[in-house]
């Protein structure tokens, strides 16, 4: 499209936009206007008509169903220590909208210097050690990593430097080495150390030394942090054939002083993820806002083997959840039933504080497309959600069902069900459907509420939902932006979805057995200006590896809880691909600005390609 026609587009889309305001009677003034995020590629422009609005009282607030299903108490009145409580964040996520005041450092296998993105490992020492790696601190300098004698003599890798506390090592991944490929001298596919590991034994034993004391209080070989046996169980944990070639664990680690981890075999490919909480020793980037809306945490204690039963138990319960990926909904659902005409809008007035614990939206199956969602808060006329109904729940370009924890789509023989179980708090919400199709949409909206609990009152969920063709160049600037945006927030996960591939690459010639090369690329969180999550390749950073290896394969899954594959085409040049990857205990913060985005290249940014993505963050009002 020129550019004549695109501002022809834009046009008529703030014009029927500024016509759906009105007819809304939406007051106030700007959600985003701070924000730097490119604004995203318009719909088709609607006929120029008022939209029709369908208004729904405020409802009341349904009864809990049962005990398990009850509201959690504000987090003063907790029995939960901290280790519980981060445990029990992974499947109530009633606290996701809260601030921690909590500053991120991811420690990786990121080369800084090299073009060339598969080189993101550590090939020898000296690359372990040397100048191109390394990590980058608190103060956004690169630091480098240290080969150092452990408690017995053994040559150890510290992967995770000394890191002072209270904080907690939220999530860890590794990657070793691959199963079948063409860079094998030899298919290790019927070798099951191999087919079911990546030989990650080889990388020897993981340490963890907690509160500077001289032994480690946690030392086994680095396969029982992912095998899925108690400690860790499965599928809070998983290993490189049952996470599509990752190796992850979610099980939370906390350490009250100071934390260093350790390998005595030289790791690979590595993502830890490291928190660090507020205390009054810390030289923490605390603000006023931040400090006065964070409640007081829990005392941060080490991490022991010795758990207690209430720990036990929330471990268990986490693990249960995360079977179906079910997330803990407070509150009984009400349903609003909407029937929009062609080119009208249909909506849901909230005229209460509260917070949404859970939505469903339920479409008749063949009429989910050519609807458009958004959801305003607190009187606001921008929209904080606002994107296709598929691309606010999953890929926008088609449907794709799968099953996470905060989002996901389902379906029946009848029926499509987008459902979004991040909470949002609000003071007044209007949830509105723009209906583009030739014929009457019936809707059906499930809303739980429940009462907002303290710290999340003044929180916003928030997307940006945003397309745009990337150019390929020589260097590797001009990455794609999948947010960009200034306040004081935390991101929680972004749908990032790739397709019309040009393979016709600079820097070089792509092999024709090379598919999907651009998952080589990285993507990239950067907080406050700083790199706080430096990505290893796309499929590393959605906690698969390996081009997401077992894709395709009968019998082995692509989907998980917080993180998944829901599309990858070889039967295209064009190799489209599609992707999710939420954050809970280890959503980074931000207080003035945040930013992610993704390269578009296996060699600098050196492939055309089209991204389109949708970024969920809360924002503070």
């Known amino acids: ?227 899925g046996k108690f400690p860790f169980p499965a599928p809070l944990a998983a290993f490189y054939a049952t996470a599509n070639g990752g190796n992850i664990n979610y099980i939370p680690i906390p350490f009250q002083k100071s934390i260093r981890v350790t390998t005595t075999g030289r790791p690979r490919l590595m993502q830890i993820q490291v928190k660090r909480f507020p205390d009054s020793n810390l030289n923490l980037a605390t603000t006023a806002l931040t400090s006065a809306r964070a409640p007081t945490a829990p005392t941060v204690r080490s991490y022991t083997p010795t758990l207690s039963l209430s720990n036990q138990t929330a471990i268990n319960d986490a693990a249960r959840a995360w079977q179906n990926c079910a997330a803990k909904i407070p509150g009984d659902y009400q349903t609003y039933s909407l029937a929009i005409p062609h080119n009208a809008t249909g909506a849901i007035d909230l005229i209460s504080p509260a917070t949404i614990s859970s939505l469903r939206v339920r479409v008749p199956r063949g009429m989910e497309d050519s609807v458009w969602m958004m959801i305003f808060w607190d009187g606001e006329n921008d929209p904080a959600l606002s994107a296709p109904l598929r691309g606010l729940f999953g890929t926008a370009e088609r449907l794709l069902p799968y099953r996470a924890l905060p989002l996901g789509i389902t379906q029946t023989d009848q029926e499509i069900i987008f459902y979004n179980n ?143 594959l829901t599309l990858m085409d070889y039967n295209t040049n064009t190799e489209p691909s599609s992707q999710y990857r939420f954050y809970l205990n280890d959503a980074p913060e931000f207080r003035e600005r945040l930013r992610v985005t993704a390269q578009h290249g296996n060699k600098g940014n050196n492939l055309s390609l089209t991204y389109s993505s949708t970024a969920f963050w809360y924002q503070m009002r």
């Open 1 to 227: 499209m020129n550019l004549r026609a695109r501002l022809r587009v834009a046009r008529a889309y703030a014009t029927i936009r500024a016509m759906l305001f009105r007819s809304l009677g939406l007051i106030s003034a700007l959600a985003l206007a701070a924000c730097a995020t490119p604004a995203p590629i318009p719909t088709p422009p609607l006929a120029p008509q008022t939209p029709q609005t369908i208004l729904i009282a405020n409802p009341t607030r349904a009864p809990a169903k049962d005990e398990n299903e009850r509201a959690p108490l504000p987090p003063e009145n907790r029995a939960l220590d901290f280790f519980q409580q981060r445990v029990t964040n992974l499947y109530d996520l009633a606290q996701l909208p809260v601030l921690e005041n909590s500053l991120t450092t991811q420690f990786t296998s990121r080369n800084w210097v090299s073009l060339e993105h598969f080189f993101d490992y550590f090939v020898d020492d000296g690359n372990f050690f040397g100048a191109n790696y390394g990590w980058i601190d608190e103060a956004g300098a690169r630091q480098s990593y240290r080969i150092v004698t452990g408690y017995d003599g053994a040559r150890e890798y510290e992967i995770v430097p000394r890191t002072l506390g209270p904080g907690a090592i939220e999530r860890m991944w590794f990657a070793y080495q691959q199963h079948q490929s063409l860079n094998n001298p030899q298919d290790k596919s019927q070798d099951a150390e191999w087919n079911n590991w990546g030989n990650l034994g080889a990388l020897g034993n993981v340490r963890f030394y907690f509160d500077d004391e001289p032994t480690p209080r946690l030392d086994f070989g680095i396969k029982e942090l992912f095998v």
């Open 422 to 564: 991040f909470p949002m708090p609000f003071q007044t919400a209007r949830l509105a459907f723009i209906n583009d199709r030739a014929e009457t949409l019936p809707l059906a909206i499930d809303l739980a509420t429940r009462e907002t609990i303290l710290g999340a009152e003044s929180s916003r969920l928030r997307a940006f939902y945003g397309a745009r063709r990337m150019l390929r160049r020589t260097d590797d600037q001009d990455d794609y932006p999948i947010v960009d945006v200034t306040g004081t927030g935390k991101y929680v996960g972004a749908i990032l979805n790739a397709y019309d591939l040009d393979r016709a690459a600079l820097n070089g010639s792509l092999d024709p057995h090379w598919r999907f090369p651009y998952l080589e690329s990285n993507l990239d969180v950067w907080v406050d200006g700083r790199l706080a999550l430096p990505g290893t390749g796309i499929e590393d950073d959605f906690n698969s590896s390996y081009y997401y290896v077992f894709a395709g394969t009968p019998g082995y899954k692509t989907t998980f809880c917080l993180s998944g």
